[in-house]
């Protein structure tokens, strides 16, 4: 009997000897057959043979190979070469079978992929993907057969994309049933993940489908957390933050902030695009922001959402005090403070960042041409005097003091149901400036 890796090196051969050999054969039908100008849907990289007595004499030659590999095939282990037999007919029947035979050799290509990477990674090698995708328009089948083919393959799944998946994508995605629409999202996702290869994927034909789904309200929350999944990836490619931005997607995530289930992929997508140029503008001129981001921040239960969109407040307000100025009509300081108590240490660190540069550009705002009109200092007239400035510092003290205990005062009575909080009016009086949180 022979050892293992004899029957390795037989099982390999035999696999190649398979490919050559129903590469020729469809070549001599192809020739036989009347000209067609139908793409073919396997492209064998081959020479070209120009006459069909040549082409009869490999397929000749390439079947007694098949023939006798087959025969010593049959000393090796049984389980083996029952899968490879199978695979065999499967593949057989995918390229030369009728639309019933193709439809069973999907369902066994799809069990059989299942099981390993490496029978996944020989099905490619035998040319199973392209008739696949030219089957997914209408195969549940093909579709599940692609999902598993491309689970832990980053090459069948570029396969997937030179054979023409992306073209393949549905146009109307509410024609499709929930079933149809989840396989075709989870698809996506996995060849999004080509998006963070050195692979050069056309995300653009990818985003609409993707924004379609998401906007379906017959799409259910499964299905929209997978496409997140796939604007995730998507979206941590810089170059494709231009797509991104001037699709609506923004928007789009924008609303599914609010859906807990999937916020926190959005906030993540968000994350992503708040960085680039084009991602900031369109969130800075969206009419959804700040408001949405600081309902999120409310969320106790979900300190991940907390501190993703504090982080995409901070990213908008760095340096743009018309932003800044924007989120203090909102009302984002109570916010901040709440953040800053209850929030997680990440949460409350970017709160109290935040906080800062609202007291740092309120104390710059602060002099001879606004604040309280105490004590004012003409225009033309000389510096002000120590003692002036000393009367300001404690009067700013004094208005700092009275706006954090009336806000920590709110915040005190929401988490206690109105309790009394004398000792917190105690512990904020003592206090000095320097250790507010703003």
């Known amino acids: 009997m022979p050892n293992t890796s004899t029957t390795s090196s037989s099982n390999f051969d035999l696999t190649y000897i398979k490919l050559r050999f129903f590469t020729k054969v469809r070549r001599f039908l192809q020739l036989r057959a009347k000209p067609s100008n139908k793409p073919l849907l ?9 006459n069909s007595e040549s082409t009869l004499a490999v397929v000749i030659e390439e079947s007694e190979k098949v023939e006798k590999l087959g025969e010593m095939g049959k000393e090796g282990d049984n389980k083996d070469n029952g899968w490879m037999m199978v695979l065999q007919k499967s593949v057989k029947k995918l390229h030369f079978g009728s639309l019933d035979e193709k439809e069973v050799a999907v369902k066994e290509i799809k069990k059989l992929a299942k099981e390993d990477l490496k029978r996944r990674k020989l099905m490619a090698e035998l040319g199973v ?11 549940h089948q093909a579709v599940q057969a692609l999902i598993q083919l491309g689970n832990g393959s980053f090459t069948n799944k570029a396969l997937m994309v030179e054979a023409g998946i992306l073209s393949k994508l549905p146009q109307k995605t509410d024609n499709l049933d929930g079933n149809t629409r989840q396989e075709f999202a989870e698809l996506i996702l996995s060849i999004s993940s080509l998006a963070n290869t050195p692979y050069n994927m056309d995300s653009s034909r990818i985003i609409p489908f993707v924004v379609s789904i998401l906007d379906s309200s017959n799409s259910s929350v499964e299905t929209k957390c997978t496409c997140l999944g796939t604007l995730y990836n998507i979206s941590s490619v810089l170059e494709n933050s231009a797509s991104l931005a001037t699709s609506g997607t923004v928007t789009t995530l924008l609303r599914l902030c609010s859906l807990k289930e999937a916020s926190e992929k959005a906030l993540a997508t968000l994350g992503n695009l708040v960085v680039t140029l084009m991602g900031k503008k369109a969130m800075e001129e969206n009419p959804m ?17 907390q501190e993703l969109s504090v982080y995409i407040l901070m990213i908008l307000a760095h340096q743009s005090s018309i932003q800044r100025e924007k989120m203090a009509k909102a009302g984002i300081v109570p916010v901040l403070l709440e953040v800053a108590l209850l929030g997680s240490s990440l949460a409350q660190k970017r709160a109290l960042k935040l906080l800062q540069w609202f007291k740092d550009e309120r104390q710059s705002k602060m002099g001879p041409h606004s604040g309280p009109q105490v004590g004012r200092v003409p225009i033309d007239s000389s510096p002000m005097s120590p003692r002036a400035v000393d009367e300001c510092k404690k009067l700013m003290k004094k208005i700092v003091k009275q706006s954090l205990y009336k806000n920590m005062e709110t915040i005190t009575s929401r988490a206690n149901g ?13 206090s000095s400036s320097k250790s507010l949180p703003y």
């Open 418 to 430: 109105g309790s009394d909080s004398s000792r917190l009016k105690s512990l904020v009086v003592s």
């Open 129 to 139: 993907i392209p008739p696949l995708v030219a089957m997914v328009a209408g195969s």
């Open 289 to 305: 922001v700040p408001e949405s981001l600081m309902e999120i921040m409310t969320w106790e239960e979900k300190p991940k959402c």
């Open 42 to 50: 396997f492209h064998p990289s081959d020479h070209q043979i120009n």
